[in-house]
């Protein structure tokens, strides 16, 4: 078992800067690829980003790439998502992922472990 919690969300403004954090227990976090989805109301969970058990290799959904960057720092057992230059179709409730690296894709999972979620609103 591994039990993730997010944290880090708020309000920004479109153009503005957040970062969210997920801080893992239970097994050892080095050993799962880490996962970011986001879901807004009325929409289905989507991809965003996910970054290998080492941090040697990151994978990003179009709509983000070149604005977020996952990161992980496995000495504290946390995953990052920096998140830059945000627009509103960005606000949902972001969600961090593990998966066992022996059996896992970074996008594809498959992701058994899931935080609560951490509220992410742009406004315009």
Do not use: H
């Not at 153009?15 to 986001?38: D, P």
């Not at 998502?81 to 509103?88: A, R």
């Amino acid at each position: 078992q591994v039990q993730l919690v997010e944290s880090g969300g708020g309000l920004v403004q479109a153009g503005g800067s957040l970062r969210v954090s997920c801080a893992a227990s239970g097994r050892t976090f080095s050993n799962y690829f880490a996962g970011w989805f986001r879901q807004a109301p009325g929409k289905e969970r989507e991809f965003v980003a996910a970054i290998s058990s080492s941090g040697g290799s990151t994978l990003y959904a179009d709509s983000v790439k070149g604005r977020f960057t996952i990161s992980r720092d496995n000495a504290k057992n946390t995953v990052y998502l920096q998140m830059n230059n945000l627009e509103p179709t960005d606000t949902a409730v972001y969600y961090c992922a593990a998966a066992s690296r022996t059996i896992a894709t970074l996008k594809g999972g498959p992701y058994n472990y899931w935080g609560q979620g951490t509220q992410v609103t742009v406004s315009s």
